[in-house]
């Protein structure tokens, strides 16, 4: 008999796979970074439980095509600085990707809040020009010229906070308790270039970021870069305390209720 493809995996195409994955730290991409001030008390507002404001009120856009073999990848993020506990680091609200397979890697191992998306990186001469869009919408802008190289950093640990969950079969609250995950990301940039320009942000009622204004514009930057990561639990979150923002990981929060939208047969 033919063998069937819904069937088990063997134990030696499992450990592949475990391999194969533990490679991801070596592709390289290139992207555009912006970091600004914005209203502290918008940042406040957008952090779940258990993660808290920062001294300073920053807000990082991301946005990057990745080397992977095969098909090119767009990969995006919109993060507000967050801290837990005496850990400081970046608390995602929208991660566009372009692909499928990186979107539901992402949501279901780390609770990433990813969305497909379409990511857009440009540079002609010293013009870059790189946007998040969704649903036709480009909701992020980030737009100027090259004025020069940066020395490299040195290699950096950064955490990202997620919120793992999933959502009741019932319609109501979680399957299980949420938790909140540290991820470890082991960055190295192989080159660095300043781009003085600016951040536009678009009205969108997918992607609100639009709340999130650039009142001083700190950096932009583009880069090459590698990245590996790992995750972890580090607790428990109130199922009745994060309730209230799992609307932020949809562009429906009916979604979560497991009901027709309105109007459909």
Request: net charge neutral.
């Amino acid at each position: 008999m033919a063998r069937v493809r819904y069937g088990a995996r063997t134990e030696a195409e499992i450990a592949a796979a475990r391999t194969a994955s533990s490679r991801l730290s070596s592709i390289w991409s290139t992207g555009v970074v912006a970091v600004w001030e914005s209203d502290p008390d918008a940042i406040a507002a957008v952090l779940p439980p258990r993660s808290n404001p920062t001294g300073r009120p920053l807000v990082r856009v991301s946005i990057s095509k990745v080397d992977l073999a095969g098909y090119p990848l767009g990969a995006g993020s919109f993060a507000v600085a967050a801290a837990h506990d005496r850990i400081e680091g970046w608390c995602p609200l929208v991660m566009p990707m372009t692909h499928e397979r990186a979107l539901i890697g992402g949501r279901e191992v780390f609770g990433e809040s990813k969305k497909l998306g379409e990511v857009t990186v440009e540079r002609d001469g010293l013009v870059v020009r790189a946007a998040l869009a969704r649903h036709g919408i480009a909701f992020v802008e980030v737009r100027g010229a090259v004025s020069g190289d940066l020395p490299l950093p040195e290699p950096v640990r950064k955490t990202d906070f997620y919120f793992k969950f999933l959502p009741a079969v019932d319609g109501w609250g979680f399957d299980a308790e949420p938790v909140l995950v540290h991820c470890l990301r082991n960055e190295r940039v192989r080159k660095l270039e300043r781009i003085i320009g600016d951040v536009v942000l678009r009205e969108s009622m997918y992607d609100p970021v639009a709340d999130l204004p650039v009142q001083r514009l700190v950096e932009v930057t583009l880069g090459e870069k590698t990245t590996g990561r790992r995750g972890r639990v580090v607790e428990r979150v109130s199922a009745q305390a994060l309730l209230p923002y799992i609307h932020q990981r949809y562009d429906d929060p009916r979604q979560i209720l497991d009901g027709p939208p309105e109007g459909s047969v």
